[in-house]
C-alpha cells in the first residue's frame, strides 16, 4: 500500500477471491465487503476475471463498480490486464493490436477511476514508450508485472530499464510478484502433489 500522512494503507488483490466470484458462490458486493473487512483501504482488479463484459464494460457496470467501491470505502488503485495474443486462431496480435488495446484498458481503468494498469511482458517496451503520451495524457501509471520465472536480470526488463532511464518518467515502471524472487515452488506446494501425478 501507499502511505497518507504516515499511516501505512493496506491494499488487497481481488485475485485471490476469483475461484468463488467465477463458481457464483459469491457475488461482487461480497468480494468487496470481505476486501473491507479484511481492512483493505485500496484494491487492485485483474479485469479479466471479474469485469464482466470486458474488455468494454458497460456504463451501468461502471457507475455499479464505483458505486460499491465507494459504499464499502475501497479506494481503486491497479487495474490489472493482460495482453491476449492468442484472442485469433492462427495469429499472434501484432504491435499495432496490442498498442490499441492498452490505451482500451486504459480508458476503461480511468472511467472506472484506477490509478495504476498493470499489464504484462508481452507489452514491448516499444509499445510501452509508444503508449506513453496516452498514459500521461489520462494521468495514469502503466506498469508491467515482474512475474516469475522472469527476475531483474531478464535481458526484456534490462530493456523496460533502458526505456524508464531514457524517459525520466514516473508514468512507466514495474509492478513486482514475489515469484519473482522464487527459485521454484513452494514446499508446502510440492508435498502435495502425489509423487505418480506425471506417470
Same mark, same amino acid.
Request: with cysteine.
Given at each position: ?10 491494499? &488487497? ?6 475461484? +468463488? ?8 458486493? /461480497?468480494? !468487496?465487503?470481505? =476486501? ?66 492498452? &490505451? ?6 480511468? +472511467? ?8 504484462? /511482458?508481452? !507489452?514491448?517496451? =516499444? ?73
Amino acid at each position: 500500500g501507499r502511505s497518507r500522512m504516515g499511516t501505512i494503507k493496506h491494499s &488487497i488483490t481481488l485475485y485471490g477471491f476469483g475461484m +468463488k466470484y467465477v463458481q457464483g458462490k459469491c457475488s461482487f458486493e /461480497d468480494v !468487496l465487503r470481505t =476486501a473491507k473487512e479484511m481492512g483493505g483501504d485500496d484494491i487492485e482488479i485483474v479485469a479479466p476475471q471479474m469485469v464482466p463484459g470486458h474488455p468494454n464494460p458497460t456504463d451501468e457496470w461502471i457507475s455499479y463498480f464505483k458505486d460499491t467501491a465507494a459504499k464499502y470505502e475501497l479506494d481503486p488503485v491497479c487495474y490489472s490486464v493482460y495482453i491476449d495474443s492468442g484472442k485469433h486462431k492462427g495469429r499472434f496480435l501484432n504491435e499495432n493490436e496490442r498498442f490499441a488495446e492498452t &490505451i482500451n484498458e486504459m480508458e476503461v481503468a480511468k +472511467k472506472l477511476g484506477f490509478k495504476y494498469v498493470r499489464s504484462q /511482458d508481452a !507489452l514491448l517496451p =516499444a509499445t510501452m514508450e509508444k503508449l506513453l503520451p496516452y498514459v500521461e495524457e489520462l494521468g495514469l501509471h502503466l506498469a508491467i508485472e515482474m512475474h516469475g520465472p522472469w527476475s531483474p536480470s531478464t535481458p526484456v526488463f534490462e530493456e523496460y530499464y533502458e526505456l524508464f532511464e531514457k524517459k525520466h518518467t514516473d508514468a512507466l515502471g514495474v509492478v513486482l510478484d514475489f515469484s519473482a524472487f522464487a527459485s521454484g515452488a513452494p514446499e508446502i506446494v510440492l508435498n502435495n502433489i502425489p509423487d505418480d501425478c506425471c506417470r
